[in-house]
């Protein structure tokens, strides 16, 4: 039978899975999202906690939110393209002295977001967050559902910004480091972002008018495993990893349905993010 002590301590933790996980569905803007995750690890761990955001293009860890210590003295986490996963998560990240820490990767469809890093000046404290077995799934299913919050949110900011006007399109969506494109019914691509066109080494009109899987493929069929293009009619999003031969890389895919005023499902919208680099220290690790 348990104790009072392991009772209550179980409900603490329930209570703030739930939130995580509450959080997750009601998906509000990106700062809110970044301060309540910092949030649910610092009450979680009962420490100092920040958040780190993976840069890809740059291969670093940015600060972006703290409690219990100020942002100025959290450091940036250089990635050299040998590093190790394990290598990042025993990196410390702060510039001051401290007795004890601990770093938790932030993981959605096995891609590095970031990491929740936690710090004391209690000798140990993170010892049976590490050893134990059942405080250690406690951790990965906060990390897991905090992950998939930030994603959400990442990619719904996204969208907001395709929703813009056609004028907005080149002050906006061209300044967005993503691959962006539009597709009708028919998988023929109508509009792309300058990202998109710097990658392909094309010119936008050379792109408009194809169709995405002769762009990103050189097939006139799309891969089995990209049902987004396979069935461009079906009102149902996709995302996942997905190899573009014809820009040498490994990409995070995401597509989502847009409609016109009246309601109707006129396209697709297609997004990926170059994880090339994440990938490479995946394997490494393995």
Request: glycine share 4%; charged share 25%.
């Amino acid at each position: 039978m348990s104790s009072p002590l392991e009772e209550k301590k179980l409900y603490h933790r329930a209570k703030i899975l739930s939130e995580a996980l509450l959080l997750s569905s009601r998906a509000p803007d990106y700062k809110s999202v970044l301060r309540m995750v910092t949030k649910h690890f610092k009450v979680f761990t009962e420490a100092d906690a920040a958040v780190l955001m993976l840069n890809n293009h740059q291969g670093s860890l940015v600060p972006v939110f703290s409690l219990g210590m100020p942002l100025s003295k959290i450091k940036d986490a250089r990635l050299p393209s040998t590093i190790r996963l394990k290598d990042i998560l025993t990196h410390p990240v702060l510039d001051v002295r401290y007795t004890s820490f601990m770093n938790t990767p932030l993981i959605h469809n096995r891609e590095l977001l970031g990491i929740a890093a936690v710090f004391s000046t209690v000798p140990e404290k993170f010892q049976v967050f590490e050893h134990d077995r059942y405080e250690n799934l406690f951790l990965s299913m906060l990390a897991g559902h905090t992950s998939l919050t930030i994603e959400c949110v990442t990619l719904a900011d996204t969208l907001k910004l395709i929703e813009c006007t056609h004028a907005d399109w080149k002050n906006i969506v061209d300044a967005v480091e993503d691959l962006i494109c539009v597709c009708d019914l028919n998988s023929l691509i109508i509009k792309v972002n300058r990202a998109l066109t710097k990658k392909l080494r094309l010119d936008g009109k050379d792109i408009v008018g194809r169709k995405c899987c002769d762009v990103f493929h050189h097939n006139e069929t799309p891969p089995k495993r990209y049902p987004c293009c396979a069935a461009p009619e079906a009102k149902i999003s996709y995302t996942g990893g997905i190899e573009y031969p014809m820009i040498h890389g490994v990409f995070n895919v995401a597509t989502f349905p847009f409609f016109d005023e009246s309601d109707k499902h006129v396209g697709n919208v297609h997004m990926a993010r170059d994880t090339t680099r994440v990938k490479k220290l995946q394997h490494q690790e393995v």
